[in-house]
């Protein structure tokens, strides 16, 4: 593990302050506790951040009420006990910067720390948004030149997760400063992300650090070493189908980037949102606990659903979504218009989604049959429809039916 500077400073000061505290010779020795294994810091993204953010509900609307909003329904809807902590503020939170640089929020946002402290008092955590060019998206302040003041200044308000968001920093900086060779703009691109990295790092707060640059430059091979615990894999995702599935079925291939600390975000949940199915929420959601995704419900909490509600707490797919092991599932294969994905859960466990990505209510019936044998697997398997919630056997090439953009999503305990 690397640990900051300022943090090792003050881990060593800790050290020797545990020693001049040793206990008498009469005192009864405590149990010795090895210095490393008291003093680690909290690892943060162990399994992918759940939560909610404002973005894909509010747009450039969103407000400090709209936040505490969140966080109170997080609680009361039992998203929140099904593991969704983090309230992420997405962008347009962000006002005029002072003659000494710092940062102000805008009229929407009148107190950040008081807002941090109402979230933190419900138990959850809160996430802010920037990035590493002069304007966010939305035209707001951006980071660039201000990247440990900012971190600094996250960390004060109570700060436990940053959306770092590329966006004008192409043009402004990487285009301007290295016209017409990509490769430099590339390497300007990563240092961008390292310094906002090692600005967090330095804070000494466990701040999950999520990379927004649409997939440029395959940040998975780059974003650990800057620091990223999550990182973008395409451009922005849409309350629609196809890009849905353009999207999940694209990070085929990505899955030996993710593990525990640093996963494939395919970007945040649209279940609940536009004019999706039923169907089309349950493969959504489905598709992105397959991949290890950070799971951030993006829906409007207070008109709620309750058939939306029960497909973002079905915990059985939620533990897909959060297996310790986090291997991120993989095409087994695909076959017309079917989609066979695979992915691999502690315990040797295995779990299998089927989905059936053709259009206008046909069923994959030709019947499509489940090639049990293609996913490596011999003889019937018994499991759970982690959907229907009872137990199914699946057997080679039983013939499965599935509407229009529905899902089975099967975890088999012991595969054979
Ligand atoms: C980009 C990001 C989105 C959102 C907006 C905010 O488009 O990809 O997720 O953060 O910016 O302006």
């Known amino acids: 593990m690397r640990i900051s500077a300022p943090l090792t400073v003050t881990l060593l000061a800790l050290v020797s302050l545990a020693a001049l505290a040793q206990p008498s010779s009469k005192t009864p020795a405590a149990p ?9 810091p909290p690892q943060v993204a162990m399994t992918p951040p759940m939560g909610w953010n404002s973005w894909n509900f509010f747009f450039g609307k969103v407000t400090d009420q709209d936040i505490r909003g969140a966080a109170d329904q997080l609680v009361a809807t039992g998203m929140k006990d099904a593991g969704y902590v983090y309230v992420n503020i997405d962008d347009t939170w962000e006002g005029e910067r002072d003659a000494n640089g710092v940062l102000h929020t805008n009229s929407k946002f ?22 590493p060019g002069p304007k966010t998206c939305a035209g707001y302040a951006g980071s660039l030149g201000h990247e440990e003041q900012d971190a600094q200044l ?22 301007k400063q290295a016209p017409n060779d990509k490769a430099e703009q590339m ?26 640059e649409y997939g440029w430059d395959a940040p998975w091979e780059w974003a650990p070493a800057a620091g990223g615990n999550l990182w973008r894999t395409t451009d922005d995702i849409q309350p629609n189908w196809d890009r ?3 999207i999940g079925f694209s990070q085929a ?33 489905s598709l992105w606990a397959m991949l290890a995704a950070p799971l951030l419900a993006g829906n409007d909490l207070p008109n709620m659903k309750p058939e939306i509600k029960a497909i973002l707490t079905n915990r059985d797919v939620i533990a897909i ?86 899902v089975l999503l099967v975890r088999i305990a012991a595969p054979k």
Request: glycine share 10%; charged share 20%.
């Open 187 to 212: 390497r300007i691109m990563q240092a961008a992300y390292a310094k906002m990295g090692k600005a967090l790092k330095a804070t000494g707060r466990p701040i999950v650090y999520s990379l927004c």
């Open 253 to 285: 291939g990505l899955e030996r980037y993710a593990g525990p600390g640093h996963w494939n975000d395919p970007d945040m949940l649209e279940v609940g949102n536009g004019k999706l199915t039923l169907a089309e929420n349950r493969a959504h959601f």
């Open 154 to 175: 996250y960390a004060s308000w109570g700060i436990d997760y940053l959306k770092y968001d590329a966006c004008s920093f192409i043009p402004e900086v990487m285009e």
């Open 32 to 40: 010795q506790v090895p210095p490393k294994a008291r003093l680690a």
């Open 321 to 406: 979504d959060q297996d310790k092991l986090g291997r991120q599932a993989s095409r087994g294969y695909s076959e017309g218009e079917v989609e066979v994905w695979t992915r691999h859960l502690s315990g040797g466990a295995l779990a299998i989604a089927v989905i059936n990505t053709a259009y206008n209510g046909r069923f994959a019936s030709h019947p499509f049959h489940l090639s049990l044998a293609r996913l490596g697997l011999h003889g019937p398997q018994q499991g759970k429809d982690l959907w229907t919630g009872k137990p199914i056997t699946l057997t080679d090439n039983m013939p499965i039916e599935l509407a229009s953009h529905d």
């Open 110 to 131: 009148p107190d950040m720390k008081a807002l941090a402290d109402y979230v933190h008092s419900k138990g959850l955590k809160i996430g802010i948004y920037s990035g």
């Open 244 to 246: 849905i599935a353009v």
